[in-house]
T-cell receptor, first 112, second 113 residues
Framework: DTAVSQTPKYLVTQMGNDKSIKCEQNLGHDTMYWYKQDSKKFLKIMFSYNNKELIINETVPNRFSPKSPDKAHLNLHINSLELGDSAVYFC???????????FGPGTRLTVT | GENVEQHPSTLSVQEGDSAVIKCTYSDSASNYFPWYKQELGKGPQLIIDIRSNVGEKKDQRIAVTLNKTAKHFSLHITETQPEDSAVYFCAASIGNQGGKLIFGQGTELSVKP
């Protein structure tokens, strides 16, 4: 009955590969987000979707492409992975028009 | 650009003491200020939040205060317990940018038994 879930929890891959992280929420929320947490634990928003529409797109390399097949899912695809992409990626969701955001457990990506 | 400054970066207290974490923000249009607790290996968990029309909010041992004029807000934890040990993040909403939050740098709180 997890509210916001992510898969996989750990992802180890080599430079140059393409990988995807999946996120699902069962809270009935309209808005979903992707955050990146670096090695110093700094949390920074990457993308936000509201009801499948992109509404926030921060300065992120275009190797990162979010996709929202429906309002309960927001996936993150990363092309040509680089060492600097190593981080923990968090998905979050919030009800429409309300600011409370609820985070998933995170995906630790390690690029070797 | 918009930013949120958080202090201290680390805080160590004895069990039963109080802990205070302070944040300042730059965007005068910010109107929502949540606090998150992140335990090791887990995602941030919303513990309390405050909106700009309120100066103080309390939930059991946790309280948050907001001074909009000075653009700063604080988290107060009373009667700390070892299970309060975690990294705490403050955040501020950014104007009318659809739920965008800017996070502080985090405070690692250690409560010694």
């Amino acid at each position: 009955d997890t509210a916001v879930s992510q898969t996989p929890k750990y992802l180890v891959t080599q430079m140059g590969n393409d990988k995807s992280i999946k996120c699902e929420q069962n809270l009935g929320h309209d808005t979903m987000y992707w955050y990146k947490q670096d090695s110093k634990k700094f949390l920074k928003i990457m993308f936000s979707y509201n009801n499948k529409e992109l509404i926030i797109n921060e300065t992120v390399p275009n190797r990162f492409s979010p996709k929202s097949p429906d309002k309960a899912h927001l996936n993150l695809h990363i092309n040509s992975l680089e060492l600097g992409d190593s981080a923990v990626y968090f998905c979050a969701s919030s009800p429409a028009g309300i600011d409370e955001q609820y985070f998933g457990p995170g995906t630790r990506l390690t690029v070797t | 650009g918009e930013n949120v400054e958080q202090h201290p970066s680390t805080l160590s207290v004895q069990e039963g003491d109080s802990a205070v974490i302070k944040c300042t923000y730059s965007d005068s249009a910010s109107n929502y200020f949540p606090w998150y607790k992140q335990e090791l290996g887990k995602g941030p968990q919303l513990i309390i939040d405050i909106r700009s029309n309120v100066g103080e909010k309390k939930d059991q041992r946790i309280a948050v205060t907001l001074n909009k004029t000075a653009k700063h807000f604080s988290l107060h934890i009373t009667e700390t317990q070892p299970e309060d040990s975690a990294v705490y993040f403050c955040a501020a909403s950014i104007g009318n940018q659809g739920g965008k939050l800017i996070f502080g740098q985090g405070t690692e709180l250690s409560v010694k038994p």
